[in-house]
């Protein structure tokens, strides 16, 4: 069996799929495992690190790919590397299947197996596996790390003898695993955390890190079966806003991680609102890519509105490819693990497995 991955596009992605700690894994599996030349070099892993370890380099990245039984990856590969791909061959990474739809059904067409890891199911058998999760843990810490070095004065409360300085306040706009662990963060550091979430269920796990979660009165549990958030109502929206509006005026840095899966993410901070802060205020805005909770966000732009600065970004994890590169390794790797029939050392689609049934797009 074999396994390949090639180098993302550099200018959007700097994360690996495959780091030299999970090769063993992979060949006491029985893999062989071919890279493309220069693999994690961006990232301070050279290629004498890979071969020293087994790992075949190669130049040509479509021989990779065109021999490969499973290709690794961190987003969709471009269509010039994915028109080698041929049938039964099988493809795993986040391929945002809202996005490249008529991408994924042409490959799909030609018989090959498609696995995007977002669509995992919130089931404890997949915890192992759960991308979001993992790369959604260091995004919120590294939000709160980025909004405080760029915001103006000290974080938490200090006593001198020249006078006190109140400690900053922070909000959290969505507490999913993002949000929790931006909260856990700023609170680390000395900050007053609020938090809003849809979820209701929610409000003790804010609570159980030290936040203060704010509850729209009357409010209805906005959840999924599998655990995501489900978009408001008007009517909840409208209070929401209301009570958001008054919260603002106090608070100095906004965390924003509210994002529904496959929809525009929903506009939570409107400009009246910004309107309302304090000068020197900074939101950082972790929905972006998606269109952003706040308005005015750009995507990789640091926007100055009313002496707010609204930053969006539109992958915060290549400021930490490393740890994410990790994690995310450690994740497909399982994944791998699962679609194999140990004992006879071959790959089993076997789609009575919800796991696999889940992920693969038809």
Known sequence: MKIGSVLENQETEKRISITPDIVKKYTSLGFEIFLSENYGQ???INDDEYSKLGVKILKDEKEIIGSSDIIVQLGM??????????????????????????????????????????????????QS???????????????????????????????????????????????????????????????????????????????????KFLTVEGSENLETEGGYAK?????????????????????????CTALIPGKKAPLIIKDNMINNMQPGSVIYDL??????????????????????????????????????????????????????DKKNKKINLNLEDEIIEKTLIK
């Open 42 to 44: 961006h990232i301070g």
């Open 77 to 126: 590969l471009s269509d010039d590397k994915s028109s080698v791909m041929r049938e039964k061959q099988i493809l795993i990474g986040v391929l945002n299947p809202y996005e490249n739809k008529d991408k994924l059904e042409f490959l799909a067409k030609k018989k090959i197996n498609l696995f995007s890891l977002e669509l995992l199911p919130r089931i404890t058998r997949a």
């Open 129 to 211: 596996m759960d991308i979001l999760s993992s790369q959604a843990n260091l995004a919120g810490y590294k939000a709160v790390i980025e909004s405080f070095a760029n915001f103006e004065k000290a974080i938490p409360m200090m006593m001198t003898a020249a006078g006190t300085i109140p400690a900053a306040k922070v909000l959290v706009v969505g507490a999913g695993v993002a949000g929790l662990q931006a909260i856990a963060t700023a609170k680390r550091m000395g900050a007053i955390v609020f938090a809003t979430d849809v979820r209701m269920a929610s409000k003790e796990q804010v609570e159980s890190l030290g936040g």
């Open 231 to 255: 978009e408001a109502s008007e009517d909840f929206k409208l209070k929401q806003e209301q009570l958001l509006s008054e919260t603002l005026k106090k608070i100095d840095i906004v965390i």
């Open 287 to 340: 929905a972006a890519i998606q269109g952003g909770n706040s308005a005015f966000t750009e995507v990789n732009k640091t926007i100055e509105e009313n002496g707010v600065k609204i930053m969006g970004e539109s992958n915060i994890l290549n400021r930490l490819p490393i740890s994410a590169s990790s994690l995310y390794a450690k994740n497909v790797f399982n994944f791998v693990d699962n679609l194999l």
